[in-house]
């Protein structure tokens, strides 16, 4: 799998309508070519792709949006690719549920779910960076592509580089649930599992980037990868008639997904496509492993790492890179950033189920518990259109649920034998009614 390189001349050429115009430092403003690098030379900030909003004003309107494709390429012109024909299997444009039953549990008026537990091909949204990061590698020439993750975005980065005909080696930690893994194996990667948690095998892939010049979608591709989380804040937008929300709740692992919202909502504004409007932003973390929150509590502009303790293993990034960003976005909107503990997480992943009939993994789980504190504690208001964002499947968590949740009544093929077992469980849920309401 080792290959050499891409070149300058190696690079796709640009097409007339793309509108990306290169690479500039966050911290700095150093401008660099869009290649394959993640971060400046000159004072080692994280690297982001600058578009011509010019051009973008004038060649994008919601009609031409609305007649695209039925995916996230339907917003080709906002995303960091040059090719005509960009790798689509068919990822975005999950649906936004009016959440009723859920927002009448917490009382609120107009609650959404923005649901990517049923994005396409893997089940989160993780499909959207990755066909983003996939299609530019394929621009500039790569032929391997891997990525360190927490399970979703190895299996994401295996089933695209399989449709795509790309070699694909993923780095997981060792520990992960079994349907994560499964959910990787199955597209036949070369799947390494990694005695350590996720920052160590985050260094161990900067190394193997290094070295033998693969494509890591969230490393040397990273600026390009992070631009498709901005389709969850179009769709939102699309969906919503045209119309920004006035609250999102979002979960947070690198605080990459929550700052790519947010630049999604600005970039709708600046090109004219909705209304400017003062959206409130609030994220989501595991208590084991919520470094950003604990920064945002101590009023904090910079992270301290932690090492993650919770089942919440999709979002548990010890040193998160976009940390201090996600604070940033947090203070300027008004919103809030908070941490639930792994009872609470579970607590939030079977409300959801039972009020809308979605199953979330844990990250959805501390998404919707981070909401239910945040409506408790007065920090949304109950007639705000609030979205929160589901961002992948509890089938590929079930163990965090098991034992919290029922069993089957085994009966006999008799009808009196059904019959008891319905009472007995008429009064287990009279039982459980009297605990809720004490």
């Not at 990694?194 to 980037?209: F, T």
Request: proline share 5%; aromatic share 8%; net charge negative.
């Amino acid at each position: 799998m080792t290959q050499v390189l891409p070149s300058p001349t190696r690079d796709a050429a640009r097409s007339t309508a793309a509108t990306f115009t290169g690479l500039k430092c966050k911290e700095c403003g150093a401008e660099y070519e869009a290649k394959a690098t993640h971060v400046c030379e000159l004072c080692f900030g994280p690297l982001e792709v600058m578009y011509d909003y010019s051009a973008l004003s004038k060649m994008v309107t919601r009609e031409s949006i609305e007649a695209g494709p039925h995916s996230i390429w339907r917003y080709r012109s906002f995303l960091p690719v040059a090719s005509e024909n960009p790798i689509d299997v068919g990822t975005g444009m999950t649906p936004l549920l009016k959440a009723n039953r859920l927002a009448r549990r917490l009382g609120l008026k107009h609650l959404y779910i923005k649901n990517d537990a049923v994005n396409m091909p893997t089940l989160s949204f993780k499909d959207r960076v990755v066909s983003v990061a996939l299609t530019r590698a394929r621009e500039l020439g790569f032929t391997t592509v891997s990525c360190a993750s927490t399970g979703n975005l190895a299996n994401s980065t295996a089933a695209i580089a399989a449709h795509a005909g790309l070699e694909c080696c993923v780095f997981i930690p060792s520990d992960l649930e079994a349907g994560k893994v499964l959910g990787t194996l199955i597209y036949n990667p070369t799947l390494m599992a990694v005695h350590g948690n996720y920052d160590q095998v985050n260094r161990l892939c900067s190394e193997v980037a290094n070295t033998h010049g693969w494509g890591f979608v969230n490393i040397n591709l990273r600026p390009y990868y992070s631009e498709g989380s901005k389709t969850l804040g179009y769709e939102v937008a699309e969906q919503l008639g045209w119309k920004l929300p006035d609250h999102i709740v979002a979960p947070l692992a690198s605080g990459s997904l929550f700052t790519k919202i947010y630049k999604g909502f600005q970039e709708f504004i600046k090109v004219g496509l909705v209304e400017e409007k003062a959206v409130r932003f609030s994220g989501a973390q595991a208590e084991g492993c919520s470094p950003i929150a604990q920064a945002f509590r101590d009023g904090r502009d910079f992270i301290t790492p932690v090492k993650p303790s919770t089942i919440a293993k999709s979002i548990a990034i010890g040193n998160p890179a976009d940390g201090v960003y996600a604070i940033d976005i947090a203070n300027k909107t008004n919103g809030n950033i908070e941490s639930v503990t792994d009872a609470e997480i579970i607590d939030g992943m079977k409300l959801l189920a039972e009020t809308e009939g979605i199953f979330t993994e844990t990250a959805g789980g501390t998404t919707i518990a981070t909401l239910k504190k945040l409506v408790e504690a007065g920090k949304i208001d109950p007639n705000e259109t609030t979205v929160a964002y589901i961002t992948g499947n509890g089938l590929k968590t079930q163990e965090a649920v098991q034992g919290y949740i029922g069993e089957p009544l085994t009966i006999e093929p008799k009808l009196d034998s059904f019959e008891r077992a319905l009472e007995r469980a008429k009064t287990l849920d009279r039982l459980e009614w009297q605990q809720v309401l004490v």
